[in-house]
């Protein structure tokens, strides 16, 4: 496996607290999707290609498959909020990724931190795989850490759309 550290990336689709079967028999995963800009983050797609293609290098002595699939992705080709101008990671696991907050914090389902549209540090691991299910360079789910607010996907609102801020001095906000 390979360690790989995304930095400040955008979450889409967390599967991050309850793991989900996605068929029938399958054991349930956590997973989640991980948005990098095309444009800011080129240096940390790079990275991400070279890692991909080292860890099929090790795996298939420098002869990659035809029809390698991959869990680095084109966002252009998916028709969802905020995947425009972006690459995505899809990355999974069956135990529980570590989540925490800025300071490393530990963070809980009911902290509302993360969700769909913030921006995180992930913690994701690269590894091949080959089996009767086919041939593919996947991506692990080892960690997740709260960056900042950003636009929710789905309508969800953050705090700091909803409310204003209120001086110490004003009581107009009792009214």
Same mark, same amino acid.
């Given at each position: 496996?390979?360690?790989?550290?995304?930095?400040?990336?955008?979450?889409?689709?967390?599967?991050?607290?309850?793991? +989900?079967?996605?068929?029938?028999?399958? /054991?349930?995963?956590? &997973?989640?999707?991980?948005?990098? %800009?095309?444009?800011?983050? *080129?240096?940390?797609?790079?990275?991400?290609?070279?890692?991909?293609?080292?860890?099929?290098?090790?795996?298939?002595?420098?002869?990659?498959?035809?029809?390698?699939?991959?869990?680095?992705?084109?966002?252009?080709?998916?028709?969802?909020?905020?995947?425009?101008?972006?690459?995505?990671?899809?990355?999974?696991? +069956?135990?529980?990724?570590?989540?925490? /907050?800025?300071?490393? &914090?530990?963070?809980?389902?009911? %902290?509302?931190?993360?969700? *769909?549209?913030?921006?995180?540090?992930?913690?994701?691991?690269?590894?091949?795989?080959?089996?009767?299910?086919?041939?593919?360079?996947?991506?692990?789910?080892?960690?997740?850490?709260?960056?900042?607010d950003g636009e929710g996907f789905g309508g969800k609102r953050t705090t700091a759309d909803v409310f204003g801020e209120i001086e110490e001095d004003d009581?107009?906000?009792? /009214?």
């Amino acid at each position: 496996m390979t360690a790989i550290l995304l930095k400040n990336v955008r979450l889409s689709f967390p599967q991050i607290w309850t793991p +989900k079967s996605f068929a029938a028999g399958q /054991d349930p995963r956590f &997973n989640a999707n991980f948005l990098l %800009d095309k444009d800011g983050q *080129a240096d940390q797609i790079k990275e991400l290609r070279a890692a991909i293609e080292a860890v099929a290098a090790e795996k298939w002595k420098g002869k990659k498959p035809g029809g390698l699939k991959i869990c680095l992705g084109d966002g252009e080709e998916k028709d969802y909020d905020g995947y425009d101008g972006s690459m995505f990671v899809s990355a999974s696991t +069956k135990v529980r990724p570590v989540i925490v /907050d800025q300071k490393k &914090n530990p963070l809980a389902e009911e %902290d509302g931190k993360p969700y *769909a549209g913030c921006f995180v540090n992930a913690a994701i691991s690269l590894w091949a795989q080959d089996n009767q299910w086919g041939k593919r360079i996947n991506a692990s789910l080892d960690a997740i850490q709260f960056v900042k607010d950003g636009e929710g996907f789905g309508g969800k609102r953050t705090t700091a759309d909803v409310f204003g801020e209120i001086e110490e001095d004003d009581d107009s906000f009792l /009214d």
